[in-house]
């Protein structure tokens, strides 16, 4: 399966192109930009940081279980999955049940009055962080990917929860206010 080829070049893109500088491994790389985001989040949490309003604390408590689900999954994926073929509907199913997360956190976090279009966006941030951060440093640790993959894949993937959680979150929050006028 070429998913986790780990020659250079020889993964499959769908968002960047081809550029040989970045289609090598390169861990001081990986691991200044992975220990700077779990830092970043870590002391944004630690210290109560605003981001649009609100601390990490009020974005993750009321929807803590979908991120659990998440990430669940995306274990399953890289434990059990990755023995399966590409295509099959298991595969299918649980790339569902992480985009239903995503979509179900949006629908619970629209319901909170100070939860705005921003707020959405951060949220997307987050479960792009969780999901496909998770997801591309098992690729790069276990799999040895390129930084170039792991960057497109990311990339990739984000765009989606980005869809989800901005795009349909900021529909529900337009619903939400036309609800109350």
Do not use: C
Request: aromatic share 18%; glycine share 6%.
């Amino acid at each position: 399966m070429d998913t986790f080829s780990n020659q250079p070049g020889s993964s499959h893109l769908y968002i960047l192109p081809q550029n040989p500088a970045l289609d090598v491994r390169n861990d001081l790389v990986f691991f200044s930009i992975f220990f700077a985001v779990i830092f970043s989040l870590a002391l944004t949490a630690i210290l109560k940081t605003k981001i649009f309003g609100l601390a990490l604390a009020e974005y993750v408590k009321p929807i803590w279980y979908f991120v659990f689900i998440s990430v669940g999954v995306v274990i399953w994926q890289y434990l059990v999955g990755v023995n399966l073929d590409g295509n099959s509907l298991q595969l299918r199913i649980s790339q569902w049940i992480w985009e239903l997360a995503v979509l179900a956190s949006a629908y619970k976090l629209s319901k909170i009055p100070k939860f705005s279009y921003h707020n959405m966006f951060f949220l997307g941030v987050l479960y792009s962080l969780f999901i496909h951060g998770l997801k591309v440093s098992i690729r790069y640790f276990f799999y040895a990917k390129t930084l170039l993959y792991v960057l497109d894949r990311f990339l990739y993937g984000s765009l989606l929860v980005m869809l989800i959680a901005a795009g349909l979150g900021s529909m529900l929050i337009l619903l939400r206010n036309r609800k109350l006028k």
